[in-house]
């Protein structure tokens, strides 16, 4: 899924404009009013916006209706949309994480990203040995087929992840960044695999090496040459014409997005990787933060959702048989991914309870899940049944978060227990807010 695959614009329809502006407002009303009526059972309006896009899709409201709004010819038009918010929504989410205050919570974000690739990736493989000979598209070889379905397992949504912590005052409670740095580096990891899958299937298996060797030196090389520049930018914000300044801002964020796109890791961990470098409590950070916000939430991120739900095909699952294969299949996609996070975050020191949260917001997955699930169809790993499955799969865990953490953090703020003695405030108090 990359922009490089947009028609010509000789190619385009002469109604292009209309649909993709009639595309935006359907899916950020549809979007809101699913927002408001999700929140009464405590779902984070990022659910509603999610639900708007799969609903404007041709799985509930058919393919006919679904024209109407989101007609296919329109589809690489909002794709580029689509991809624009989500790049500059994950620079904002970076703008946000104070980076210093991670440091003390170095070695339980490797295992907790480490232990909720490899469970979920384990568990996804032996699964997949049991649904080859079912479900698998008829040309995928079981090896293949094996490790795209863990690699799709091991997958955390990170830009729907990081939506939900924002959503719900999470973002900047220590265990909301230790999530979000988790699922950064586990979401990098699996990237790193997918091209492995990939260049397997293609008889190219270097490819997952050099992306990870690419993409361990990129990030070097923006932590060592790259920040010291943007601390003087930012030092001197002020003193630079406004628009001086967010255009050299742009510009750094555009290559860095460009880079990582290129080595083979996605766009928004380019765009989340400078947002992270630049000082947060700065005022750069702060004005990006404050004049970005509303456009890129209200506006372009919801065509994320509306051009993922054009993609999806639920109405696909037909049988009985089909949807407890999706049950089986988000079972075990679950005790991977928020057992190997519950596990780790227990034996790093935090209490079970802080681990059952984290594991809760580990098992997000999402739109990232979609995106990878859509290479997979279109490789011929996966069948247009498999696929309908797994996003039914994306959907539910993505969904359970919520629920998970009142589940999980039943105490109100302020009644709390405080911490044993030498044990570092996680500060959940705000988790339960």
Known sequence: MSAGSVAPAAASPPDALFHVLLAL?????????????????????????????????????????????????????????????????????????????????????????????????????????????????????LTTFVLFIGVAMSITAFPVLARILTDRGLARTELGMLALMAAAINDVVAW??????????????????????LAVTYIGLMIVAVRPAL?????RWDRIPPAQAAAAMFVALLASALVTERIGIHAIFGAFLLGAIVPHDSTAAKTLNTQMRDLVTVLLLPAFFAFTGMRTRIDLLSTGTDWLLAGLITLVATVGKFGGAFAAARLGGMR???????????????????????????????????????????????MSAAPALKLAAPQRAGASTPPPAGHEDTKLTKLTK
């Not at 601390?231 to 030092?235: F, G």
């Open 25 to 141: 407002t359907a899916v950020i009303v549809v979007g809101q009013v699913l927002s408001r009526a999700l929140a009464r059972i405590g779902q984070p309006p990022v659910i509603g916006e999610v639900a708007a896009g799969i609903l404007l899709g041709p799985s509930l409201i058919g393919s006919r209706a679904s024209a109407v709004v989101l007609p296919p010819d329109v589809a690489p038009y909002l794709g580029v949309i689509a991809e624009l918010g989500v790049v500059l929504y994950m620079f904002l989410v970076g703008l946000d994480l104070p980076m210093p205050e991670l440091r003390s919570r170095a070695r339980t974000t490797m295992a907790t990203a480490s232990a909720s690739i490899a469970a979920p990736f384990a568990l996804g493989a032996i699964l997949a040995v049991v649904l080859h000979p079912h479900v698998s598209a008829t040309e995928a070889p």
């Open 352 to 398: 079970a309870r802080e681990a059952a949260v984290l594991g809760a917001l580990m098992n997000t997955r999402g739109l990232m899940e979609l995106i990878v699930l859509n290479i997979g169809l279109e490789m011929g790993v996966i069948s247009p049944s498999l696929f309908a499955m797994m996003v039914i799969m994306a959907l539910v865990t993505t």
């Open 192 to 213: 790193c695999l997918l091209a492995l899958v990939v260049g397997i299937a293609r008889a190219e298996p270097g490819s997952g090496a050099r992306v990870a060797i």
């Open 231 to 235: 601390e003087r930018l930012a030092a």
